[in-house]
């Protein structure tokens, strides 16, 4: 039975939240303040908790501080609502662990699925670490394409997660990304790639290097696309690509195209195809844009992957191009970090940190 704890002190939203939750066949428990909220948590371990952040006793920002530090729910997906719509808002909800911020006056479809997304996500999440060992390793787990890796992983990433890709350049980050994908296709899972860092071109070039990859025919059968926003990166506009970023990128308009690239190979709430995706760098998108749209950009690629069937997605980043803040608010939305790393030319690379399964954080030797 799926659990929702609402917290607002103003009556009147409490009434709106319970009528337009009831569809998501949820069971609603309501509080008046963040402390009673809290309790609640404790109390009833629920899905989701949706919290005003202007309440009294205890505000949502310090709901969403008591939910991380306890054990029994710190993974409880939080959205924090609030007329406080400037930035330092914003940043601090997430700082504080939010999953998502939500501004009043706020579209009740619009929350509705949101909050759909999350529950589904950690829901799938929940069920992925009760599964019994008979069943299949395909069906649970998806294999990075290093079999040490996997060994590290338990059978590979849980399928559905998404995962921070983290080292310095030259590291060994882009050879793994590309034969996670290589994997996934010849595993028959459908495939995209935003190519932020890399052009398009290189990177199919690269792929078609493996002797069983050709991807001109994964793209006629729909199993593979490419997003090209590195045309705006690199200043060099390509109109060969069918997806591509077509003058100042904007995320909302970079939204739109992962969305449209996303549908045609069946990653969508409707076909729920699953399989893998690739951002081959974030540190541009965190770069060139404030963190609090940035982050809200991640946050909703992140949320799609349990809606569209368990997609499992590699986030890239560049060690060293963001803070430690920067870094840490981004790991939080992940449900996993690896890294690489080069000592006397030698690649390594980890697991350094798996919300969903058991691991081992030893290091590993690259061979290629």
């Not at 080292?167 to 899972?189: A, M, P, V, Y």
Request: include cysteine; proline fraction near 2%; charge should be negative.
């Amino acid at each position: 039975m799926t659990k929702i704890v609402i917290a607002d002190d103003e009556s009147n939203i409490l009434t709106l939240l319970e009528i337009m939750l009831r569809d998501l066949d949820a069971t609603i428990f309501s509080a008046e303040n963040g402390e009673e909220a809290v309790k609640l948590a404790l109390n009833e371990k629920p899905d989701l908790i949706i919290s005003d952040i202007v309440m009294p006793k205890m505000n949502g920002f310090e709901v969403c501080r008591q939910i991380r530090k306890n054990n029994d729910i710190e993974n409880t997906p939080i959205i924090l609502l609030s007329a406080l719509g400037d930035e330092y808002n914003k940043l601090t909800g997430f700082e504080e662990g939010a999953d998502d911020y939500i501004i009043k006056p706020f579209n009740v479809e619009d929350l509705k699925t949101r909050a759909q997304t999350l529950i589904e996500k950690y829901q799938a999440k929940q069920k992925s670490t009760t599964k019994t060992l008979n069943v299949s390793r395909e069906t649970t787990s998806c294999t990075t394409g290093i079999p040490e890796l996997d060994n590290n992983l338990k059978g590979g990433i849980p399928s559905g997660s998404n995962i921070l890709v983290l080292g310095e350049t030259g590291s060994g980050k882009s050879t793994f990304c590309r034969n996670f994908i290589t994997t996934g296709l010849l595993n028959k899972e459908h495939s995209l790639i935003i190519a932020i860092d890399d052009d398009p071109k290189k990177t199919r070039d690269k792929l078609n290097e493996h002797p069983r990859i050709n991807t001109e025919a994964y793209e006629k059968d729909n199993s593979l696309r490419f997003i090209d926003a590195y045309s705006w990166s690199s200043l060099t506009p390509n109109d060969k690509e069918k997806f591509s970023v077509s003058g100042t990128l904007e995320l909302n308009q970079l939204g739109g195209i992962i969305a449209d690239a996303s549908n045609e190979i069946g990653q969508s709430i409707q076909a729920k195809t699953g399989g893998r995706r690739l951002i081959d760098s974030i540190s541009s998108l965190l770069i060139s844009f404030d963190l609090g749209s940035a982050q809200r950009f991640l946050n909703q690629i992140a949320r799609t992957s349990a809606a569209f069937g368990d997609v499992t997605t590699l986030f890239v980043l560049e060690e060293g191009t963001v803070d430690e803040t920067i870094l840490n608010n981004v790991k939080y939305i992940m449900d996993g970090v690896i890294e690489f790393k080069k000592d006397n030319n030698i690649r390594y690379c980890r697991v350094s940190s798996m919300k969903w399964s058991s691991f081992d954080s030893s290091w590993i030797q690259l061979t290629n």
